[in-house]
């Protein structure tokens, strides 16, 4: 029970995006197509978890015992921007469309404040090791969750009669605000 809590909190309560405002960037630059918004969030839930579950074991395994506690900033750093490197090499040998879809973003993933905050907050909480993988994997599916949400919402007010100064990402913020509004009703779930 203790797995699910973590999870439905980490999913919809806690959402990195509407309710910690980690991971912007991202969520306003690929959200404009909806195939680009799943795209970027399989991505994600790759990177976020591969180097969640990476950072615990260098932390755990080796900064610990090393009593090198405080350089797990700069190591988790090292480690989320080779593997980030290692996703998009993957990603341009088996898909390169996808790759050309996303564009700039899927580097960017090394910068995504989203998969260092996973990481950092896994050791911050003294999750054990399924506990971080749990927490990972709701972390980066509620990225994904919003991100397609809001693709789709995005996509529909391309094709509206929206006023022209609120045209692009004025109409975006407005419409992210009221999706955090409406998410802040699961606060009472677990």
Same mark, same amino acid.
């Given at each position: 029970?203790?797995?699910?809590?973590?999870?439905?909190?980490?999913?919809?309560?806690?959402?990195?995006?509407?309710?910690?405002?980690?991971?912007?960037?991202?969520?306003?630059?690929?959200?404009?197509?909806?195939?680009?918004?799943?795209?970027?969030?399989?991505?994600?839930?790759?990177?976020?978890?591969?180097?969640?579950?990476?950072?615990?074991?260098? @932390?755990?395994?080796?900064?610990?015992?090393?009593?090198?506690?405080?350089?797990?900033?700069?190591?988790?750093?090292?480690?989320?921007?080779?593997?980030?490197?290692?996703?998009?090499?993957?990603?341009?040998?088996?898909?390169?469309?996808?790759?050309?879809?996303?564009?700039? @973003?899927?580097?960017?993933?090394?910068?995504?404040?989203?998969?260092?905050?996973?990481?950092?907050?896994?050791?911050?909480?003294?999750?054990?090791?399924?506990?971080?993988?749990?927490?990972?994997?709701?972390?980066?599916?509620?990225?994904?969750?919003?991100?397609?949400?809001?693709?789709?919402?995005?996509?529909?007010?391309?094709?509206?009669?929206?006023?022209?100064?609120?045209?692009?990402?004025?109409?975006?913020?407005?419409?992210?605000?009221?999706?955090?509004?409406?998410?802040?009703?699961?606060?009472?779930?677990?």
């Amino acid at each position: 029970m203790n797995l699910l809590t973590l999870f439905l909190s980490a999913l919809l309560i806690n959402n990195v995006i509407l309710s910690k405002f980690i991971g912007m960037c991202p969520f306003m630059g690929v959200s404009t197509k909806l195939s680009s918004a799943i795209g970027m969030g399989v991505a994600v839930i790759f990177v976020i978890f591969g180097a969640s579950v990476l950072s615990w074991a260098l @932390y755990y395994y080796a900064l610990v015992p090393l009593g090198l506690e405080y350089m797990k900033l700069i190591c988790f750093i090292l480690l989320i921007a080779a593997f980030v490197q290692f996703v998009e090499m993957f990603i341009k040998k088996n898909s390169p469309a996808l790759y050309k879809s996303l564009g700039i @973003y899927l580097p960017l993933i090394t910068t995504n404040c989203a998969v260092l905050y996973v990481a950092l907050d896994n050791i911050t909480q003294k999750y054990n090791l399924i506990e971080t993988m749990v927490n990972s994997i709701a972390v980066s599916a509620g990225f994904m969750l919003v991100l397609v949400i809001f693709a789709t919402i995005r996509e529909r007010l391309a094709a509206s009669d929206v006023p022209e100064a609120w045209k692009g990402n004025p109409i975006a913020f407005v419409v992210a605000a009221i999706m955090a509004i409406a998410f802040s009703a699961f606060a009472g779930l677990v």
